[in-house]
C-alpha cells in the first residue's frame, strides 16, 4: 500500500513540476519535498511497514511447516 502511496505522490510531483504549479504554498508543496515524501513511503514499504500481520519476517498464512493438512 505504501508502494502505491509513494507512486501516487511522485506522479503528484512530476505534474507539479511539469505545469510549474506550487499550490498556493511554495514552501509546502515543492518539488523536493514531494520527492522525500515519495522516498519516505518507499523506504517503509521496503522495511516492511504496512504489508499486514504475519507477513513481514515472522510467516504465518498459508505458510506450513511440515506435513501440510490434508496432503494423506
Request: charged share 15%; hydrophobic share 50%; aromatic share 12%.
Amino acid at each position: 500500500m505504501l508502494a502505491y502511496i509513494a507512486a501516487g505522490v511522485f506522479a503528484f510531483a512530476l505534474l507539479l513540476d511539469l505545469f510549474d504549479e506550487n499550490l498556493g504554498a511554495p514552501d509546502l508543496f515543492n518539488f523536493p519535498t514531494l520527492v522525500l515524501i515519495g522516498l519516505l513511503c518507499l523506504a517503509l514499504y521496503l522495511a516492511g511497514v504496512g504489508r499486514g500481520p504475519g507477513t513481514a519476517g515472522g510467516g504465518g498464512g498459508r505458510w506450513y511447516r511440515g506435513r501440510r493438512p490434508g496432503r494423506g
